[in-house]
């Protein structure tokens, strides 16, 4: 710790800590490679959260490096705990001979164009050869129709998007006061108290929809979430950046049930209480939508 306190050109140093001071997690970001961010320690403390803060701060790193034009990530922390670890296999990590690799391009691209940048960045060393694999599957010819496969590539390399994959993108509809504590944390710093953590720590999602006018909505596809400036209640008035689409995700898993029956089952990531899904219209069967969805990325310019 001493010698990335005393290079802070080099080294940022953060701690996360709850109230009265109790530390949660350690993470340290080395950012002398232009072309990669890399995290020499990632410690996540004893708490019932800390999976959930694992996850969410690995993701937070990804999109760090991706928004400092960086096509890598990589932990070299050599005494990762279990937690840590598995939270790195499920985020696209790659093992190498010093720790974990992961790429990320912050790029809109074709097929064609993605697998002619992949290539360039596997010719960087051994350890990158693994893009070659990623831009081959690039160019078949049966990619950019093959949804699911184009998705899991985009997932892969997260934040890239393949603008000529046919993955349907729909755009829906969220309040604010909800979308402050699923995702857009720029909006839970307009509050008081901010977003709820339980809430704002989670890699994934549920929010809950009528099933009627879902135009077909179904995984795996893209949504782009317009945060409205309508706020029913009286609740959430008074924000600002709203009336625009604030943030992109992926659609996971569109599960159609009873109100009380999608409640129990995905309460710890829904922001919605039981008596705000009991409002929801229901169809014929008395059924509602609940969409699960991760990948949550906070755009820097909002599309009004």
Known sequence: ?????????????????????????LVVYGKHKSYELEIPILRIGDNPLSATLAR?????????????????????????????????QEDAFVRVNNGWLKV??????????????????????????????????????????DVQASADIEHFLFPAKIIDAEIPTFIIPIQARWAKDLFDEELANQTLF????????????VY?????NSRGLKAPCRILWYVSGTQTEGK????????????CSRLDE???????????????????????????????DGNIMALRFSDIELFSSPVT
């Open 104 to 145: 990320n391009l912050a790029i809109a691209e074709t097929a064609s164009q993605l697998s002619t940048r992949l290539t360039s960045l596997a010719s960087m060393g051994s350890e990158y050869k693994f893009c070659q694999q990623v831009a081959a599957s690039l160019n078949t010819e049966t990619l950019i129709t």
């Open 236 to 247: 959430g008035k008074g924000f600002s950046g709203v009336e625009a689409i604030r943030a």
């Open 56 to 88: 969410h701060l690995i993701f937070k790193s990804v999109l760090h490096s991706a928004r400092e034009r960086r096509q890598f990530t990589r932990i070299t922390d050599s005494y990762l705990e279990e937690t840590v670890i598995k939270a790195i």
């Open 194 to 205: 901010g977003a709820k953590p339980e809430l704002a720590f989670n890699r994934e999602a």
């Open 254 to 284: 569109v599960i159609i049930a009873k109100p009380k029956e999608l409640y129990q089952r995905f309460q710890r990531l829904g922001v919605y209480t039981l008596s705000d899904i009991l409002k929801i219209n229901t169809d014929k």
């Open 208 to 212: 809950y929809r009528s099933v009627k």
């Open 1 to 25: 710790m001493r010698r990335f306190l005393a290079e802070p050109e080099k080294f940022e140093c953060s701690v996360i800590l709850e109230k009265e001071n109790l530390p949660l997690a």
